[in-house]
T-cell receptor, first 113, second 114 residues
Framework: RKEVEQDPGPFNVPEGATVAFNCTYSNSASQSFFWYRQDCRKEPKLLMSVYSSGNEDGRFTAQLNRASQYISLLIRDSKLSDSATYLCVGIAYSGAGSYQLTFGKGTKLSVIP | DVKVTQSSRYLVKRTGEKVFLECVQDMDHENMFWYRQDPGLGLRLIYFSYDVKMKEKGDIPEGYSVSREKKERFSLILESASTNQTSMYLC?????????????FGSGTRLTVV
């Protein structure tokens, strides 16, 4: 079974802190990855895509290490509004023009005043 | 912005009822998906469709069926609702390039079966 594994947390960090989540994947055929953010009782929303070695968007940095099969998400200068569950998603081509997304179970972040 | 609309935000149904969950997207996406999300289990794929009248089983299709008569609409059907189908149901859509652009999710339907 092709899995994406995440530490469920919760990660409780003070405002302004830097926090990092790791995600490991077992399917070496995974070609790219996403990080989604999900607020309580809401739908997941795309945060970042990770195609090659990494991607940076403001306070958020995602890195991909194919040799070790893990992806990380770094959040700098945490804000209260960053409190959410972060889902790691692996994408693998499954043949006949289709692909499969595999979702991790999510890591919960709480940023404390 | 892609919009994926699920017909109900909250739904309460009785055991044995036939339940229809509707999902409509307005961006001409080919691919549509139904997931359920439960605490500790994450998102699990029920069914998906890459084209009109086409459907494929996901990881947990038992007790569910789907219908895709029009490109923009993907319906999930619980043939005879049971209490273990109480869950949050999420619909998503994407282009064939979804591996680059990701999925867009609807706001979810929280179904309670009593």
């Amino acid at each position: 079974r092709k899995e994406v594994e995440q530490d469920p947390g919760p990660f409780n960090v003070p405002e302004g802190a830097t926090v990092a989540f790791n995600c490991t994947y077992s399917n070496s055929a995974s070609q790219s990855f996403f990080w989604y953010r999900q607020d309580c009782r809401k739908e997941p929303k795309l945060l970042m895509s990770v195609y090659s070695s990494g991607n940076e968007d403001g306070r958020f940095t995602a890195q991909l290490n194919r040799a070790s099969q893990y992806i990380s998400l770094l959040i700098r200068d945490s804000k209260l509004s960053d409190s959410a569950t972060y889902l790691c998603v692996g994408i693998a081509y499954s043949g006949a023009g289709s692909y499969q997304l595999t979702f991790g179970k999510g890591t919960k972040l709480s940023v404390i005043p | 912005d892609v919009k994926v609309t699920q017909s109900s935000r909250y739904l309460v149904k009785r055991t044995g009822e036939k339940v229809f969950l509707e999902c409509v997207q307005d961006m001409d996406h080919e691919n549509m998906f139904w997931y359920r999300q439960d605490p500790g289990l994450g998102l699990r794929l029920i069914y998906f469709s890459y084209d009109v009248k086409m459907k494929e089983k996901g990881d947990i299709p038992e007790g569910y069926s789907v219908s895709r008569e029009k490109k923009e609409r993907f319906s999930l059907i619980l043939e005879s609702a049971s209490t273990n189908q109480t869950s949050m149901y999420l619909c998503a859509s994407s282009t064939p390039g979804g591996m680059y652009y990701g999925y867009t999710f609807g706001s979810g339907t929280r179904l309670t079966v009593v």
